[in-house]
Structure formats: C-alpha cells, structure tokens
C-alpha cells in the first residue's frame, strides 16, 4: 500500500509541475530566475507581520482575498505604475488598468517577468493565481476575460498594490 500512495504522490507532482509550466507561457516561474536570491525571500512571518498591515500580510502572505469594492486603487487614474505592496517591484502600468466591474483593480496586461503562476483549486475549479517574482506575495487572479488587446484580466487585490505617480 505504501509503494502505491508513493508513487501516486510522484504522479501528482509531475501532474502539478507540467500543469505549473503551461500555465502561461512566457511568465516567469517565480521559484527560481532573477528573484530567486532576493533578500525579501528570506524574511520570516514575524518581520512580513511588523513590514505589513495586516489586511495586506493576510493577502499577500495567506492567499486571503479582499472585500470587493474596498479598494481605493479602484479609483486611481492617474499615470504611474502599481507595485508590489511587499517589495515594490513593478507589476502593472496605469495604462494597462481598467473598470472590469468587479470591485477589485483590474488590468489587460502585466510585466511578465515580474511574476509567477500556479493552479489553484481553493473555490473547487481551477484558476491561475499569480504572485510577485520577488517576495512571493500573492497578488490575485488571471482570466481569459479581458479587453483587448490581450484578452486577460489580471484582477489583482489592491491591499496587495500600492500606486507610484509619474
């Protein structure tokens, strides 16, 4: 019994690792290249705590998802960039935002090489999570239900995000 739980484990894994890889491709795995030595990977759940408020370590560290329509990043229209609320990396331009109707920050396209995909099946169906290439944080959701000219709608939990002008 022992050898067939085994190798049903090793089965899963490959599984997961080939469905990990055709995720979406041409996005960085966020395990390993550029990113894969950065300080904020090292960082423990008590300094994420003491670095985050705790909305924001419950998403980014937890996976947990805010409340819809309680982000005031859903009202940011200015020109900028939105960044990675744990390390400030680059994820999106504010040109690439827009109203999807769904309460959360939503937007056509990404910096690719700043993030990673996995499958996720916490609601019981599958969907590609995203996180940031750097620290790992969760951000949000990916779907083939955007606007042109990708057809994606990263819909992302502001918490997560914060907004530089310019």
């Known amino acids: 019994m022992t050898q067939i739980v085994l190798h049903r484990r090793t089965l899963l894994s490959s599984v997961g690792a080939l469905a990990l890889s055709s ?20 960082l423990t759940e008590a300094q994420w705590r003491e670095r985050l408020p705790a909305a924001s370590f419950n998403v980014l560290r937890r996976e947990a ?11 940011e229209h ?22 999807s109707g769904t309460g959360w ?31 790992l944080g969760h951000q949000g959701h990916v779907f083939d239900d955007g606007p042109r000219p990708t057809g994606k709608r990263y819909c992302n939990n502001g918490v997560v995000l914060s907004f530089q002008a310019g």
């Open 23 to 42: 995720c979406s491709p041409g996005v960085a795995d966020a395990s390993e290249g550029q990113y894969a030595g950065s300080p904020f990977r090292r």
């Open 65 to 75: 998802t805010e409340r819809p329509y309680t982000s005031p990043l859903n009202d």
């Open 78 to 99: 200015r020109r900028g960039t939105f960044v990675c609320r744990g390390c400030d990396l680059p994820l999106f331009r504010s040109r690439w935002k827009f109203d």
């Open 105 to 135: 920050p939503s937007f056509y396209d990404v910096i690719a090489a700043n993030i990673g995909t996995k499958r996720d099946f916490a609601i019981g169906i599958p969907r590609t999570e995203y996180h940031c290439a750097r620290c």
